[in-house]
Every structure is written in structure tokens, then in C-alpha cells.
């Protein structure tokens, strides 16, 4: 039946581990070929390494990320884009269109830039690639931040046909 409505957000279960909704979706969209446990032991170890690095850290500071999950959170939260540009027709032209973001696409772009840039690396196990962009995104940096920021350069770019937004 094409355009069925699924309640996947109900459907959703929270990771075994760590209890959170949104890192397990993260894990869904790590999961290639329906292995599951493989994205979950990728992602879990991933988020260790993290914790690892995060013990060696001698900074002490109010901003500084408690363990892992929170440095995950604050990673996503970077990448989220605020606008980005749709293409339309009007009048026989096409023209880029600044548009706001919802807050699931936010969430999704997020995810599948991180994802992206740990893909696009080659000769490292992927929880490697993976920890290196979350901590890199946490501070503001990495190949996801860069996505994020063109997206943002090409809205502000093309501000003067935010009026064909509809």
C-alpha cells in the first residue's frame, strides 16, 4: 500500500545499552545488510573509545562532556543543519530556496552527514572513524561541521529568493 503511515517513532525500542532512543536510531543507520548486533558492538565501541580519550583529557571545564553518550549528544546537536537550500521552479527558472528545517530532518541529515564522512575515510575500522568525527563534531570541527557549514553558506547565499518559499 504506497503512502501507508508506519509509527516507526512508537516502534522504536532504546539501545540495550545505554537506554536512549536517538542512539539507537543512530545505530539503525549505521546497520548495513540487517546486522544489527555488528552496528551495536561498532557504535557501543566507538562511544568507549570516546570515554577512553575522555578520562585522558586532563581539561577541566564546564563545557567539557561527561562520558560518551554526552558527547554524542552534543555532537549531533552541531551538525544539525537550521536552513538549507530546495530547488525550485518558478517561472521557466530554477532557483535555489532557503527553507527552515524541520527537526526530524535535522536530526536525520545529522546522522547521515557523521556517517558519510566515517564512510568516505578508508584503511581504519569504522568505531575508529566513527569516535574520531563524534569527538571532532562535539567541538565544532570534522568533515560533518564543514557539510553543515556549506549548507548554511549556500542559504545565506541565496536569501534573496527566501520569498518563494512557500
Same mark, same amino acid.
Given at each position: 500500500?504506497?503512502?501507508?503511515?508506519?509509527?516507526?517513532?512508537?516502534?522504536?525500542?532504546?539501545?540495550?545499552?545505554?537506554?536512549?532512543?536517538?542512539?539507537?536510531?543512530?545505530?539503525?543507520?549505521?546497520?548495513?545488510?540487517?546486522?544489527?548486533?555488528?552496528?551495536?558492538?561498532?557504535?557501543?565501541?566507538?562511544?568507549?573509545?570516546?570515554?577512553?580519550?575522555?578520562?585522558?583529557?586532563?581539561? #577541566?571545564?564546564?563545557?567539557?562532556?561527561?562520558?560518551?553518550?554526552?558527547?554524542?549528544?552534543?555532537?549531533?546537536?552541531?551538525?544539525?543543519?537550521?536552513?538549507?537550500?530546495?530547488?525550485?521552479?518558478?517561472?521557466?527558472? =530554477?532557483?535555489?530556496?532557503?527553507?527552515?528545517?524541520?527537526?526530524?530532518?535535522?536530526?536525520?541529515?545529522?546522522?547521515?552527514?557523521?556517517?558519510?564522512?566515517?564512510?568516505?575515510?578508508?584503511?581504519?575500522?569504522?568505531?575508529?572513524?566513527?569516535? #574520531? #568525527?563524534?569527538?571532532?563534531?562535539?567541538?565544532? #570541527?570534522?568533515?560533518?561541521?564543514?557539510?553543515?557549514?556549506?549548507?548554511?553558506?549556500?542559504?545565506?547565499? =541565496?536569501?534573496?529568493?527566501?520569498?518563494?518559499?512557500?
Amino acid at each position: 500500500m504506497a503512502g501507508r503511515i508506519t509509527h516507526s517513532e512508537a516502534q522504536l525500542r532504546p539501545d540495550p545499552k545505554y537506554n536512549d532512543k536517538v542512539l539507537s536510531k543512530f545505530i539503525n543507520c549505521i546497520m548495513t545488510d540487517g546486522r544489527k548486533t555488528s552496528a551495536q558492538r561498532c557504535v557501543y565501541d566507538a562511544l568507549e573509545a570516546i570515554d577512553g580519550r575522555l578520562a585522558k583529557d586532563e581539561t #577541566e571545564s564546564d563545557q567539557k562532556p561527561k562520558d560518551g553518550l554526552d558527547l554524542f549528544r552534543r555532537a549531533i546537536e552541531n551538525v544539525k543543519p537550521y536552513v538549507e537550500v530546495r530547488s525550485k521552479r518558478i517561472g521557466g527558472a =530554477n532557483y535555489q530556496v532557503p527553507i527552515q528545517v524541520s527537526s526530524k530532518r535535522q536530526q536525520s541529515l545529522a546522522f547521515r552527514w557523521i556517517i558519510t564522512a566515517c564512510r568516505s575515510e578508508t584503511g581504519r575500522p569504522m568505531k575508529f572513524k566513527l569516535a #574520531e #568525527e563524534l569527538w571532532a563534531a562535539s567541538r565544532g #570541527e570534522g568533515k560533518a561541521m564543514t557539510t553543515r557549514d556549506q549548507t548554511h553558506r549556500m542559504a545565506e547565499a =541565496n536569501k534573496a529568493f527566501a520569498h518563494f518559499a512557500k
